[in-house]
């Protein structure tokens, strides 16, 4: 019973690979998440303040921002605190509860893209039924699916990961929860059981829910003119974009966790962190660039204070 009143703390291994150069790490990653927080929150707020942008497609763009701000503040804060200190510790409840923030938020953006994926689909496939099959309720049901069922998901592997440790150092920049369950004494058959279960259901219908959808896309763009696929290209490709992004590193994330292949030690930390760095950053770019309706509101808003400015 002790150990569950009294707090242990494990050592994150990863950073020893950062020690030589870690001020220059800071500085860059604090510039990342200052740039990611920025961009995000700008697009975030164009969409909000503007009722024309009030439709499904952004809101789902608004959410996934979200979403990234979520994932970004699960990881930053504590790797910025990480890179100037002398040692790189952390409680195990807390990197439980790290992993249960950085989980939901793979988690959910997979759920996300597979929602814009729907409405991309009813828009280009069915656009004379997308008003009846898009509604704004449809909308709210999808988000909260999105967010509700990963965290219960996700919550219910960090309970079960939850027991004695008999090890305590992470070889990882942050908490990922199957490292955690290594560290742990006793048998790991329901955790294992149970998370493979849980990650075919977060990952696998998703991704085959977006690849299904494409694969019907493309066969309505190439039966139609050039005019037609120009369009589509403009709202699909960034959601293919990131998708693409995020699935690939998610894939070798999983793989390696799991079955830890011969993998150089700097390349794995690099691709771990990879969607906690580049999704953040480049969502908030390729949809606020590509998507003309966005990339129009913001120039507005920043001509206008600009006016103000030199009128003043």
């Not at 996700?154 to 955690?180: H, V």
């Not at 660039?289 to 103000?308: A, G, P, S, Y």
């Amino acid at each position: 019973m002790d150990y569950f009143t009294n707090d242990t703390y494990l050592s994150l291994e990863g950073h020893v690979e950062l020690e030589k150069y870690r001020y220059v790490y800071f500085v860059i990653c604090l510039v990342v998440l200052i740039l990611i927080i920025c961009c995000n929150v700008v697009v975030i707020y164009v969409i909000y303040t503007n009722k024309p942008l009030h439709e499904p497609m952004y809101i789902f763009i608004a959410a996934l921002l979200c979403n990234s701000l979520f994932g970004t503040a699960a990881f930053y804060p504590k790797l910025l605190s990480d890179l100037l200190s002398e040692k790189q510790v952390i409680s195990h409840r807390a990197c439980l509860f790290q992993a249960f923030c950085i989980y939901t938020y793979f988690s959910s953006e997979f759920a996300l893209l597979s929602a814009m994926a729907y409405d991309r689909y009813v828009s280009i496939c069915k656009p004379l039924q997308y008003p009846t099959l898009v509604k704004m309720s449809t909308v709210k049901k999808l988000l909260f699916f999105c967010w509700f069922v990963p965290s219960c998901e996700i919550g219910t592997s960090i309970i079960l990961t939850y027991r004695q440790l008999c090890k305590f150092k992470l070889n990882r920049i942050y908490c990922n929860n199957y490292a955690i369950a290594k560290l742990s004494c006793g048998d790991l058959t329901v955790v294992n059981s149970y998370g493979l279960f849980a990650l075919t259901i977060v990952v696998f219908p998703p991704v085959m829910f977006i690849i299904y959808s494409y694969v019907r896309i493309l066969k309505v763009c190439l039966k139609n003119s050039k005019e037609f696929r120009r369009k589509a290209l403009q709202t699909c490709f960034p959601h293919l974009f990131i998708f693409t992004c995020f699935s690939v590193t998610g894939c070798f994330e999983v793989i390696n966790s799991r079955f830890e292949g011969n993998v150089p030690h700097v390349f794995a930390m690099i691709m771990s962190a990879e969607n906690l760095v580049v999704p953040p950053l480049l969502n908030p770019i390729v949809y606020g660039l590509k998507l003309q309706e966005i990339w129009n509101r913001i120039k507005r808003i920043t001509w206008k204070r600009k006016t103000h400015v030199f009128a003043e």
